[in-house]
């Protein structure tokens, strides 16, 4: 299976910023995708990032407060911006891939706090 | 709207007994299933997968998809404390959904084994 390594692992952060989140997968995947997870939540889909083309979006989620980015098969990137509190969470990737049946796997996590 | 559904517990088991977990999903075109799990602070695991009805074994772990009933669950032989975790069902849906990629994932079910 494919190895997801992901950073910041973790980071905190002022009100009004934004940080941009690295996924970077050892091999050619198929999808990449990125999840939200409060705690004691389960898992909460942003957004499908699109090799070449926009991302698609989930409802509730926007490409202005959640820019990605996805310019090659084994790389995006997720901007939360202007960050409140409510964005503290843990931000997940996760690959699917080659192949669509193949099973998702995910990155170690960005677990991010905003005072 | 697709769903999946598990019981949250938590699941309390003795060391050495067989912890059952069981998800319920409402879209009858589903065609892959998989069993994560997750470490308190951790990111997702994969656990199992499965596509056809029946059962698939993997050391101690058990799958059972039974597709006319629309649920799957996961069998943990000779349960141990390392297996407390929350275990998170996820469904891959049919051809017919709006967005057959993504994942529709339960809320989790929290075991606990007990020594």
């Known amino acids: 299976s494919a190895v997801i390594s992901q950073k910041p692992s973790r980071d905190i952060c002022q009100r009004g910023t934004s940080l941009t989140i690295q996924c970077q997968v050892d091999s050619q995947v198929t999808m990449m995708f990125w999840y939200r997870q409060q705690p004691g939540q389960s898992l909460t889909l942003i957004a499908t990032?699109?090799?070449?083309?926009?991302?698609?979006?989930e409802s509730g989620f926007v490409i202005d407060k959640f820019p990605i980015s996805r310019p090659n098969l084994t790389f995006s990137t997720l901007t939360v911006s202007n960050m409140s509190p409510e964005d503290s969470s843990i931000y997940l990737c996760?690959?699917?891939?080659?192949?669509?049946?193949?099973?998702?796997?995910f990155g170690d996590g960005t677990r991010l706090s905003i005072l | 709207q697709k769903e999946v559904e598990q019981n949250s517990g938590p699941l309390s088991v003795p060391e050495g007994a067989i912890a059952s977990l069981n998800c319920t999903y409402s879209d009858r075109g589903s065609q892959s299933f998989f069993w994560y799990r997750q470490y308190s602070g951790k990111s997702p695991e994969l656990i199992m997968f499965?596509?056809s009805n029946g059962d698939k074994e993997d050391g101690r772990f058990t799958a059972q998809l039974n597709k006319a009933s629309q649920y799957v669950s996961l069998l943990i032989r000779d349960s141990q404390p390392s297996d407390s975790a929350t275990y998170l069902c996820a469904v891959k849906p049919g051809p017919n959904a709006g967005n057959n990629r993504k994942l529709i994932w339960g809320l989790g079910t929290s075991l606990a084994v007990n020594p």
């Open positions: 499965i596509y």
């Open positions: 996760s690959a699917l891939g080659p192949g669509e049946d193949q099973p998702q796997h």
């Open positions: 990032a699109n090799q070449g083309s926009e991302a698609t979006y």
